[in-house]
């Protein structure tokens, strides 16, 4: 959550006026009863009103950085933030994803909605998802560097298995799993290397 805040207050700091106006007012109307400062009961009542439901009520005490039952400003830009660019949230616990998390390379190859996993939930497959085929969020974004607008993700052309040298009784998901593992490690470096 610390890395959320962080860059949530560089883009409020790095923001034209205008934005950073945007978002005081945000602060204000969340602050129902004027006190400058949002209560729990002024965070749920917005969640409801405003059709956040998306957002867990949980995540409150998340965004509450000094544990005072109160959110500042500084901790609504972190809110703020989350909501602007729709946070990410796990599909199989439903827990806010900070960090390193996985997304389906074919739905977000598709433009529809992604559908992202916590490491935990990936790693104990405590989920249900017509595809298979993960990568996490940082060697996803490397393998697209470089790649024109509406080009297709290279992770989609798997590996062949005969590049691997897996023991018999690996099984066909985590085999598949560490293919397109390898195709974006591939992908990610082939942008970065000079070629004399």
């Not at 009542?45 to 400003?73: E, H, M, P, T, V």
């Not at 992770?155 to 974006?184: H, I, K, Y």
Request: glycine letters at 6%; proline letters at 3%.
């Amino acid at each position: 959550m610390e890395e959320f805040h962080e860059v949530a207050i560089a883009y409020y700091n790095n923001a034209p006026r205008n934005l950073q106006r945007l978002a005081w007012n945000f602060f204000l109307a969340l602050d129902t009863d004027g006190d400058g400062r949002i209560s729990y009961m002024e965070f749920n009542s917005f969640l409801r009103q405003c059709g956040y439901a998306w957002i867990s009520s949980n995540f409150f005490k998340d965004l509450d950085r000094d544990s005072d039952g109160c959110l500042g400003f500084w901790e609504v830009i972190t809110l703020y933030y989350v909501i602007k660019t729709r946070g990410v949230w796990c599909q199989g616990c439903q827990q806010c994803l900070i960090g390193l998390y996985f997304t389906c390379i074919s739905c977000f190859d598709s433009g529809s909605r992604t559908y992202d996993l916590c490491p935990t939930c990936y790693k104990q497959k405590k989920f249900s998802h017509h595809h298979r085929n993960f990568l996490d969020n940082h060697l996803l974004l490397r393998s697209k560097r470089g790649l024109p607008p509406g080009a297709e993700n290279l992770n989609l052309a798997l590996a062949p298995r005969s590049t691997f040298n897996a023991p018999a009784d690996v099984d066909d998901d985590l085999m598949e799993a560490f293919q397109a593992l390898e195709t974006g490690v591939t992908a990610g470096n082939a942008s970065t290397c000079i070629v004399m």
